[in-house]
């Protein structure tokens, strides 16, 4: 990503083992490679269009946040009072819980984006970073295509790239910010403006250096979920080792390119996450309506097709972000809300009629034992009321927020329970989150 753009068409140090270093950070996912269940929405087909059935007994990827990038270089760093509108999770907040920053080329540059970072970790958010280029004297240039200049890693130098991964890790946790993970290039596939890596060349990184650094891994970053650069990496047993998240990026990616059976087949143990995407463009005002509820269908798919367990967002605080320029809210901003807010890090993605009506999308997500979180868009021009029953447990309390043409995450109240169920009007063009108290059996 350059510092805004239109929609793409379409290193022989060693450190103490990184599995070692991984062990103290805590356990990572297992994604079961097991056949899935029936989807709640096949068994409910006969009555989908009046019912929205929610199994919290039905458990899908565990969620590790929903967040946006800070890059201070490009367009400044966040202030203060927007870093905790950004990460903070009341009323009015954005709820992020994940914060990608870059990983500069220079030393000197290394802190600038370290006030956000620390701010957003005291805020309980996970932070991971991600480089553009290596340093200068790393890079040498060749003839890609028509490109002469292009830019790549020398191959003499993966080894001291490593080290240079590592050595901005150790800078982060000795001043107070320990990364989540950190990513070998950004977008090495959408390269002109910074360091091309073909499959072979990330392959290679990931089998021989990638094991020295100190924190996961995060690759490959393909600027819009091309199954060409993450292919190898999932059927290499030595390189994927050394890989503990696959991360893409969505630019221009079709929903039917959504889903990743390779994934789900050869990722067991990892995780998947969608480390940068703006939706739908980059020219219009995030408070567009009702543009801005792409936003949210976007995220729904994301997280019910493709099942990342993170979205991240580009730029936080933009025009077309999901904090306007002035620090506020936006309507995508809102929209993106109802997901990061309410499910936190640690839920879990559980099966849900994702379509019980035309233009209606449900997803749903387990915290704990006790709470079920249901996020409900209406996309369709007319009003819906719409009932959601708990399978395998029992309803005992409802709150809601909405988000329409004049409201923001608005509060509204509670909703009666009955045998099991509840039943909401979804207005016109809408989303709205549900926070339920239950009791799973």
Do not use: C
Request: glycine share 8%; hydrophobic share 40%.
């Amino acid at each position: 990503m350059t510092q805004d753009r239109n929609e793409p068409v379409s290193s022989e140090w060693r450190s103490p083992s990184r599995r070692t270093v991984l062990a103290t950070l805590g356990t990572l996912p297992v994604l079961t490679a097991t056949t899935p269940t029936a989807r709640a929405s096949e068994a409910a087909a006969t009555t989908a269009a009046a019912s929205a059935v929610i199994d919290p007994s039905a458990r899908r990827q565990t969620i590790r946040g929903f967040g946006g990038m800070t890059h201070t270089a490009w367009i400044g760093d966040l202030t203060a009072a927007q870093r905790d509108t950004a990460f903070g999770t009341g009323e009015g907040r954005l709820g992020l819980s994940v914060l990608r920053i870059p990983v500069p080329e220079n030393q000197a540059d290394w802190s600038r984006d370290l006030a956000t970072a620390k701010r957003a970790t005291e805020l309980g958010a996970t932070v991971f970073a991600s480089p553009w280029n290596p340093p200068a004297s790393m890079v040498e240039t060749f003839v890609r295509g028509t490109e002469t200049d292009a830019k790549r890693l020398r191959y003499t130098m993966y080894g001291a790239y490593a080290q240079h991964l590592n050595d901005f890790n150790t800078f982060m946790r000795n001043n107070g910010v320990n990364l989540y993970g950190i990513s070998v290039q950004n977008e090495p596939d959408y390269a002109q403006d910074w360091t091309w890596w073909t499959p072979a060349e990330m392959l290679r990184f990931l089998r021989e250096n990638a094991g020295s650094i100190g924190t996961r891994v995060i690759a490959p970053e393909s600027f819009q979920y091309r199954k060409n650069i993450s292919d190898p990496i999932l059927n290499d047993s030595t390189a994927l080792a050394n890989v503990d998240i696959i991360g893409t990026h969505l630019y221009g990616t079709a929903l039917a390119d959504f889903p990743y059976p390779l994934f789900k087949t050869k990722g067991v143990g990892k995780e998947l996450w969608m480390t940068e995407v703006y939706y739908p463009n980059s020219s219009d005002s995030a408070d567009l309506w009702p543009q801005a509820l792409d936003v949210g269908e976007h995220v729904h798919h994301a997280m019910v097709d493709a099942e990342f367990q993170a979205y991240i967002w580009w730029y936080i605080r933009r025009s077309y972000g999901p904090l306007r320029e002035d620090g506020q809210l936006s309507k995508r901003g809102a929209s993106m809300a109802h997901f990061a807010r309410f499910v936190r890090p640690g839920y879990a993605r559980i099966e849900a009629t994702a379509n019980p009506a035309s233009n209606l999308y449900v997803s749903a997500y387990l915290g704990g034992t006790s709470t079920v979180v249901v996020v409900a868009l209406n996309k369709g021009t007319t009003s819906v009321s719409q009932q959601f029953t708990l399978a395998n447990g029992t309803v005992s309390s409802v709150s809601s927020w909405l988000t329409d043409a004049s409201r923001n995450v608005a509060p509204q109240g509670t909703t009666g329970v009955s045998n099991g169920s509840f039943t909401s009007t979804l207005p016109a063009r809408s989303v709205t989150t549900f926070v339920t108290g239950v009791t799973v059996i």
